[in-house]
């Protein structure tokens, strides 16, 4: 319904310590109503991303909300040397909530000038899929036709600026990985499954892993 639609301009900068070797890529944040604090992965109830960094970095946080967590999730970037960012700048809620597919009218953040500028990244973790079994990983995932997903959205921001995404497959795991090229380096790229807790609850483990094996590949 038209009272559902919102123009949104994503309410955070990239974070990008020095020496950042992998950058996290998401779509865009939840609604306002649904943030812990003001920063990447705010909805501790909806999405385990850093219950996952936990596991990953044997790590236990001490804030969930306001800003003393989001200095403790910036502290543990910076040591882990990790950048996050979103593929979406701008945007329209087509029925005003979080979800992904209702989000239309997308403009892109400029994630391509992002790696350029800090040639120390070396891989990109992406963190919204749910495909599970999926058997037609370029099919699905690199079409010209995207959905919303944070790889499909890094595919057309590439394309545009001239880059292939490349050598896409599945590990025996389920964990999605390929890589590119820019300028002078080679970009590894690894997708695991989602964080959101709806899934996660039920692949806890797996989820895990794929996100371990991500930062130590």
């Excluded at 649904?34 to 385990?48: T, V």
């Excluded at 795991?173 to 996660?200: C, N, Q």
Aim: hydrophobic share 35%; charged share 30%.
């Amino acid at each position: 319904m038209l009272k559902d639609i919102v123009l949104e301009i994503h309410p955070f900068k990239p974070f990008v310590p020095k020496g950042a070797s992998a950058l996290i890529v998401g779509t865009f944040p939840p609604v306002a109503q649904y943030r812990d604090f003001e920063f990447y992965y705010p909805n501790n109830m909806g999405n385990r991303f850093w219950i996952i960094m936990e596991y990953v970095f044997n790590h236990k946080f001490q804030y969930w909300k306001g800003g003393a967590a989001i200095e403790e999730r910036k502290a543990l970037c910076e040591r882990e040397h990790i950048a996050i960012t979103d593929m979406i700048e701008k945007c329209i809620r087509t029925e005003g909530n979080s979800s992904d597919k209702n989000l239309d009218k997308i403009e892109f953040r400029n994630a391509h000038k992002l790696l350029k500028d800090c040639s120390t990244i070396q891989k990109v973790i992406l963190t919204s899929r749910a495909d599970g079994n999926s058997e037609q990983i370029h099919k699905k995932h690199l079409s010209k036709s995207r959905g919303n997903s944070a790889l499909e959205l890094l595919n057309e921001h590439l394309r545009e600026n001239g880059i292939i995404i490349q050598n896409l497959h599945k590990r025996e795991s389920g964990l999605i990985e390929g890589e590119f090229r820019l300028v002078d380096r080679k970009m590894r790229i690894f997708v695991p499954y989602t964080p959101v807790a709806r899934w996660y609850n039920s692949q806890k483990r797996k989820v895990n892993d794929m996100y371990k094996d991500s930062f130590d590949a």
